[in-house]
């Protein structure tokens, strides 16, 4: 008898601690698609889908050679595109993890909801530097940002049009002036990547490229064009895009390359995510030649208002 009810008093704790973790979860906004998308995953055959190589290929390709390395038994496949393609790619399921040159925007993330209740997951992976190229012959050796947004506001300028850009669906052209193209003026060109920038900047006749440096080859001279030493103020030191410059915040023009999954995308996305960002993987970023995230210098503010004020 004992037993008995030794028994039905553990069915009645199960019922109500399941009861009290199902509010939970309902009231903390936890749906059961994130719940049945994280645990599910084929553990026969895992699999993990990544968009978005071209923004940072090289170092995409060393990731996730080392990634292989730790789980042997993962399928991997590294799809191409920029940010926009990366991002479709995982709105619509066809990837499991994306490559970003910048977060996503509002509209993106109201599709993240609509999908799985909840926004992406997205986490910072590398730091890149927004380069400037000119020809190696050419005359600009040194450039204030005041000049060169009066030369894309359609001002009086010292530079030569056109601004050689890549294809704003990659990312960059938000990453460096917060809209998502430049506006139609004869003073910015679109090109489809940053090898066709290197070549319009080797052979335009001393007018600028604009690439990131995740996607630049190490020796630039070899492809016929330099880099452009860039400062934030007329009246401030002027900074070449090195890795030491940009840690330092020397060199103005940044960006960052991001990973983001969806919050249903499973165990694989969010294991992959985990190690970009944890300390393994920014190690490995480093040792690939570029600067991981966390060497970046932040300003550090120590506030003297009392929290609530």
């Known amino acids: 008898m004992a037993s008995r009810r030794r028994t039905w008093f553990l069915i009645r704790l199960a019922i109500y601690i399941a009861v009290v973790a199902t509010l939970a979860l309902v ?104 380069a400037l190229l000119a020809p190696l012959t050419g005359d600009t050796a040194a450039l204030a940002l005041p000049e060169l947004d009066a030369f894309l506001a359609g001002r009086p300028s010292t530079l030569r049009p056109p601004l050689y850009a890549t294809d704003p669906n990659d990312g960059l052209w938000q990453a460096f002036r917060g809209d998502p193209q430049p506006a139609a003026t004869a003073r910015v060109v679109l090109l489809a990547d940053a090898g066709a920038v290197l070549a319009a900047a080797r052979d335009g006749g001393g007018s600028l490229g604009l690439a990131s440096t995740l996607t630049l080859p190490a020796e630039l001279a070899a492809a016929g064009v330099r880099t452009v030493s860039v400062a934030a103020h007329a009246d401030s030191a002027h900074a070449a895009p090195t890795l030491e410059n940009l840690a330092a915040g020397r060199y103005p023009l940044r960006h960052r390359l991001y990973a983001a999954c969806r919050a249903t995308g499973g165990i694989e996305a969010a294991k992959f995510l985990t190690h970009l960002a944890g300390g393994r993987g920014q190690r490995q970023v480093e040792r690939a030649g570029y600067l991981p995230d966390s060497r970046v210098l932040r300003d550090i503010i120590l506030t003297r208002h009392p929290v609530g004020d």
């Open 27 to 130: 009231r903390d906004g936890v749906g059961w698609r994130r719940i049945a998308g994280a645990l599910s995953t084929d553990h026969g055959h895992p699999a993990l889908v990544i968009a978005g190589r071209d923004l940072a290929p090289d170092l995409v390709d060393a990731l996730v050679s080392k990634y292989r390395l730790d789980y042997p038994d993962l399928e991997v496949t590294v799809r191409g595109g920029g940010t926009n393609q990366a991002l479709q790619d995982l709105i619509n399921g066809r990837a499991d993890v994306a490559l970003l040159y910048r977060m996503p925007g509002d509209d993106e993330r109201r599709l993240f909801r609509a999908a799985d209740g909840d926004t992406a997951i997205v986490v910072p992976v590398a730091l890149g530097g927004i």
